[in-house]
């Protein structure tokens, strides 16, 4: 792949690793469907990657299954979120239909050609224990081996990985539920990737709910034009 051709061999575990300046503008040639019909911004203007723009590169542990996942050595489409585990509502919804759409993707007969990337931004809280737990909660399809949670060794890299590289911001605020949250929440944005193959942004769906109906075709068709 050309971008991972280049970057390779570069960054550790733990870390978004871009070398000299993310690329903001691609062209036509470097995404495989055709711009959002409902887009208002152009690209550039947005403060995260978008339609036809590099994802920045991630590599992380999943404390579930040892691995470290590292998105440049990835040759598959990729759906790239953040969250965090003891959000009483959004990320409830964000999970649970992202979820939705990796059972489609069995169904669908594409499961070994995605990835769902769900990254913490607490990672003080969200420990294996605490993960695993949650993706038996959310029903992610553990079988289908196509879902990773990872996490960032401390709240700098989470604050560094997901806010600034990746634009999905947070904000740690004092609970009102702390019995629930262990006396702090977070102000979040919603948004989740679709990249292709090759790294680049296909879609960015910004809502704490995405239509998973919606986001399975994206992927499908994706993944079949990708091949």
Do not use: K
Not at 5 to 27: E, Y
Not at 44 to 73: H, K
Not at 107 to 112: F, I, L, Y
Request: glycine residues 8%.
């Amino acid at each position: 792949m050309r971008r991972r051709q280049l970057l390779r061999g570069v960054g550790t575990a733990g870390t978004v690793t871009l070398t000299g300046c993310l690329s903001r503008f691609g062209g036509d040639e470097d995404v495989v469907l055709g711009p959002p019909a409902d887009r208002q911004y152009d690209s550039e203007d947005l403060p995260y990657p978008a339609y036809g723009q590099e994802l920045p590169r991630v590599s992380l542990p999943d404390p579930l299954t040892g691995e470290s996942i590292d998105t440049d050595s990835l040759d598959e489409t990729l759906v790239v979120t953040a969250f965090f585990a003891s959000c009483p509502a959004e990320c409830l919804q964000l999970i649970g239909q992202l979820a939705g759409v990796q059972h489609g993707s069995v169904e669908n007969g594409v499961a070994d050609d995605v990835r769902f990337l769900a990254i913490t931004f607490d990672p003080e809280r969200d420990d294996a224990a605490a993960l695993r737990e949650y993706a038996a909660r959310m029903r992610v399809d553990a079988d289908a081996e196509n879902w990773h949670f990872l996490r960032p060794p401390d709240a700098e890299a989470a604050r560094r990985i997901v806010g600034e590289r990746l634009g999905i911001t947070f904000d740690r605020v004092a609970a009102d539920h702390s019995d629930r949250t262990a006396g702090y929440d977070f102000r979040h944005l919603s948004l989740t990737f679709l990249a292709n193959p090759d790294g680049y942004v296909e879609r960015a769906y910004r809502t704490e709910r995405p239509d998973a109906d919606r986001v399975l075709d994206d992927v499908t068709t994706v993944v079949e034009r990708s091949g």
